[in-house]
T-cell receptor
């Protein structure tokens, strides 16, 4: 068990809908990262937060947004969903960026029908 | 630009064979970190090892060993006496230098799917 909790485990929704994925980092970890894993793109970095502030952005679509709350949990919001958004979404956390490994949650599998 | 290449898409071995998973990386940073993660069929990503760019010592942990060679920009992973439970997708990843708590994101290779047959 990595200590990173992601909910829900599975999500099935229709095109055009909006969903929220939730992540609780390991106790003491200040940095949260979101990744998308799809068959064609592999593991792609979406966005990073450190202690509530956005720190780095990757290949995140404008339809997607995220935030990290004062209690350090994070949410990834996906809107106007398309079939191509179907993927496994991972959250990872680390104590200090670069000085410690990323520990990943079990992921949320999103299916858009 | 940073890049990680795992040229082996799939490897199939018979139990007890040794197997080496290749990883080649590209970066302009002088300080960086290299990682290996395991993704078993259940889907989670399990951290295996982290190496920094200044430590070229090889590491052994049980049946796992890692060979880091800066001269060839490679960070290969060997499983000795493979077991069926080693069947998984293995990812090599590179982390950039961190500045002002920005960074530390991992750039992953495409993964190598290892199948160990009894």
């Amino acid at each position: 068990d990595s200590g990173v909790t992601q909910t829900p485990k599975h999500l099935i929704t229709a095109t055009g809908q909006r969903v929220t994925l939730r992540c609780s980092p390991r106790s003491g970890d200040l940095s949260v990262y979101w990744y998308q894993q799809s068959l064609d793109q592999g593991l792609q970095f979406l966005i990073q937060y450190y202690n509530g502030e956005e720190r780095a952005k990757g290949n995140i679509l404008e339809r997607f947004s995220a935030q990290q709350f004062p209690d350090l949990h994070s949410e990834l919001n996906l809107s106007s969903l398309e079939l191509g958004d179907s993927a496994l979404y991972f959250c990872a956390s680390s104590r200090q960026p670069g000085n410690s490994p990323l520990h990943f949650g079990n992921g949320t599998r999103l299916t858009v029908t | 630009a940073q890049k990680v290449t795992q040229a082996q898409t799939e490897i199939s071995v018979v139990e007890k064979e040794d197997v080496t998973l290749d990883c080649v990386y590209e970066t302009r940073d002088t300080t960086y970190y290299l990682f290996w993660y395991k993704q078993p069929p259940s889907g989670e990503l399990v951290f295996l090892i982290r190496r920094n760019s200044f430590d070229e010592q090889n590491e052994i942990s049980g049946r796992y060993s890692w060979n880091f060679q800066k001269s060839t920009s490679s960070f290969n992973f060997t499983i000795t006496a493979s077991q069926v439970v080693d069947s998984a997708v293995y990812f090599c990843a590179l982390s950039e230098e961190v500045r002002d708590n920005q960074g530390g994101k991992l750039i992953f290779g495409q993964g190598t799917e290892l199948s160990v047959k009894p």
